[in-house]
C-alpha cells in the first residue's frame, strides 16, 4: 500500500513539473471530484465538473419559464404541469476553463411522449440547435442519452453559457385526459475538449 502511495505522490508531481498548466482538483476536495487534467498536457478532455453542479446554473433567466433540477434522473428540466408547454426555459452560468477553442458535447435525454427542442449559446454564438429524435415504438429506453457535438467553438473564459429548451409532446403517449409532455431533459455536465494546436 505504501508503494502505491508514493508512485502516486511522484506521478502527481511529475505532472505539475512537466506540464505546469495542468489543473488537478482534489478526489477528497471542496468539491468532491476526480482530477481534472488539460487535454494539452497529457490529452484528456476537460469534463466540465463545476457545470454538473445545478447550483452553478441560473436556473430563473428574466422572459422565459424558469427551469428546475431533476434530482432523479440528475438532469436540468422543466415542469410541465406548473409552466406553459409553449414557452422556452432557459438555464445559464459562465465558462469557468480558459480561453479557447472547443468541441463541445452536450446530451439531452430522450422521452417517449414527446420530441423537445435545444438551443446553446456560447457568448452570443448560436452552436447548436436541435430537436431530440422520436424513440416513441421505438427499442429505446427512456431518458436515454443523446448526444451532440460541435467543433471550433472559440470561448472566452467568463463567457455566457445560455442553455435553452423546449417542452414538447407529440400525442402519442396518453395521460390523465390529453397526452403527456415531453420535459426537455438535459444533462449539466455539458463537456468542453480542447483542441489540440496546430
Same mark, same amino acid.
Given at each position: 500500500?505504501?508503494?502505491?502511495?508514493?508512485?502516486?505522490?511522484?506521478?502527481?508531481?511529475?505532472?505539475?513539473?512537466?506540464?505546469?498548466?495542468?489543473?488537478?482538483?482534489?478526489?477528497?476536495?471542496?468539491?468532491?471530484?476526480?482530477?481534472?487534467?488539460?487535454?494539452?498536457?497529457?490529452?484528456?478532455?476537460?469534463?466540465?465538473?463545476?457545470?454538473?453542479?445545478?447550483?452553478?446554473?441560473?436556473? #430563473?433567466?428574466?422572459?422565459?419559464? !424558469?427551469?428546475? /433540477?431533476? +434530482? &432523479?434522473?440528475?438532469?436540468? $428540466?422543466?415542469?410541465?404541469? *406548473?409552466?406553459?408547454?409553449?414557452?422556452?426555459?432557459?438555464?445559464?452560468?459562465?465558462?469557468?476553463?480558459?480561453?479557447?477553442?472547443?468541441?463541445?458535447?452536450?446530451?439531452?435525454?430522450?422521452?417517449?411522449?414527446?420530441?423537445?427542442?435545444?438551443?446553446?449559446?456560447?457568448?452570443?454564438?448560436? #452552436?447548436?440547435?436541435?430537436?431530440? !429524435?422520436?424513440? /416513441?415504438? +421505438? &427499442?429505446?429506453?427512456?431518458? $436515454?442519452?443523446?448526444?451532440? *457535438?460541435?467543433?471550433?467553438?472559440?470561448?472566452?473564459?467568463?463567457?455566457?453559457?445560455?442553455?435553452?429548451?423546449?417542452?414538447?409532446?407529440?400525442?402519442?403517449?396518453?395521460?390523465?385526459?390529453?397526452?403527456?409532455?415531453?420535459?426537455?431533459?438535459?444533462?449539466?455536465?455539458?463537456?468542453?475538449?480542447?483542441?489540440?494546436?496546430?
Amino acid at each position: 500500500m505504501n508503494s502505491i502511495i508514493i508512485l502516486l505522490i511522484t506521478y502527481i508531481w511529475l505532472i505539475n513539473v512537466l506540464y505546469p498548466e495542468t489543473k488537478f482538483i482534489h478526489p477528497f476536495g471542496e468539491e468532491k471530484q476526480m482530477a481534472v487534467i488539460t487535454k494539452k498536457a497529457v490529452g484528456l478532455p476537460y469534463i466540465s465538473n463545476f457545470l454538473s453542479d445545478p447550483e452553478k446554473w441560473d436556473l #430563473v433567466v428574466e422572459g422565459f419559464s !424558469p427551469a428546475y /433540477y431533476d +434530482k &432523479d434522473r440528475d438532469a436540468m $428540466a422543466i415542469n410541465t404541469i *406548473e409552466q406553459p408547454t409553449d414557452q422556452w426555459a432557459a438555464a445559464t452560468t459562465s465558462f469557468e476553463h480558459p480561453t479557447g477553442v472547443y468541441t463541445i458535447r452536450f446530451t439531452s435525454l430522450l422521452e417517449s411522449d414527446g420530441e423537445c427542442s435545444y438551443v446553446l449559446k456560447i457568448g452570443s454564438e448560436k #452552436v447548436l440547435d436541435f430537436q431530440n !429524435p422520436r424513440i /416513441y415504438g +421505438k &427499442d429505446s429506453a427512456e431518458y $436515454a442519452p443523446h448526444v451532440e *457535438e460541435v467543433k471550433n467553438i472559440t470561448i472566452e473564459k467568463g463567457g455566457l453559457i445560455q442553455v435553452k429548451f423546449l417542452p414538447h409532446s407529440n400525442g402519442l403517449v396518453p395521460e390523465g385526459d390529453g397526452f403527456g409532455f415531453a420535459r426537455a431533459r438535459w444533462k449539466s455536465n455539458i463537456e468542453f475538449i480542447p483542441q489540440q494546436e496546430e
